[in-house]
């Protein structure tokens, strides 16, 4: 087993875990969030096979935002990779997704 294969073989919860550990893991010492190149290459590690917008994401993170990934930040993509399906048809503007998250749709509307 590779341990992107091992990764897909976790079920939900237990992926949820390994998500947020991926984070803390990632944070440099004293920090509470996450340069966007780091978060861009632990989204990829963690991510692949489970986000169907993972390269779209990333590629509108890496050219349009510039502040640090905050953990609640990292916690959404989660949630919005697991929910929202690949044509954005159910996204809800009017729902508690942060500002990045709403910016990405806006983005793919365009």
């Not at 073989?9 to 969030?33: I, P």
């Amino acid at each position: 087993l590779t341990p992107r294969n091992l990764l897909q073989l976790l079920d939900a919860r237990r992926f949820g875990t390994f998500y947020r550990f991926v984070f803390f893991m990632c944070r440099e010492k004293g920090q509470k969030s996450l340069t966007v190149s780091i978060a861009v290459d632990a989204w990829r590690l963690a991510l692949t096979g489970r986000f169907r917008l993972l390269d779209q994401w990333c590629e509108f993170v890496r050219m349009h935002h510039r502040h640090a990934i905050t953990e609640d930040t990292w916690r959404q993509v989660l949630e919005f990779s697991r929910v929202v399906h690949e044509d954005l048809s159910n996204y809800d503007p009017e729902g508690a997704w942060p500002v990045l998250v709403d910016e990405f749709v806006d983005h793919m509307y365009r």
